[in-house]
């Protein structure tokens, strides 16, 4: 009877240990797969920040592109100034739209 009660006993205090032993072998495992994780980036995120700054290049180009208007309609009342704003407007918005994607 002392014996199995001590066998028992052993068997709760091993299976803590075996527990334990676990968590330490697996966890640079665990601590590599969350670095790679990190470091790498989903098709998910790729998408999401390619629509962001898809997003991003039609605010510029409609904020230029109100600029340019607006001084295409003082070039027309005559101001010369604006007529060169306008040109100088519609090449940045030019060089924004022939960005890479």
């Known amino acids: 009877m002392r014996v199995i009660v001590?066998?028992?006993?052993a068997a709760m205090l091993l299976s803590g240990c075996?527990?334990?032993?676990?968590?330490?072998?697996t966890a640079p495992v665990k601590a590599v797969g969350q670095v790679a994780d990190w470091s790498t980036?989903?098709?998910d995120e790729a998408d999401r920040?390619?629509?962001r700054e898809?997003?991003?290049?039609?605010?510029?180009?409609?904020?230029?592109?109100?600029q340019r208007d607006k001084a295409?309609?003082?070039c027309r009342d005559g101001n010369a100034d604006q007529c060169r704003r306008a040109e100088i407007l519609d090449h940045?918005?030019?060089a924004v739209m022939a960005q890479p994607r």
């Open 41 to 43: 980036t989903s098709q």
């Open 18 to 25: 075996v527990s334990a032993v676990k968590t330490v072998v």
């Open 54 to 66: 898809l997003r991003q290049r039609e605010e510029q180009v409609g904020k230029l592109s109100r």
């Open 72 to 74: 295409a309609n003082k």
């Open 92 to 94: 940045e918005i030019e």
């Open 6 to 9: 001590i066998a028992a006993l």
């Open 49 to 51: 920040n390619r629509g």
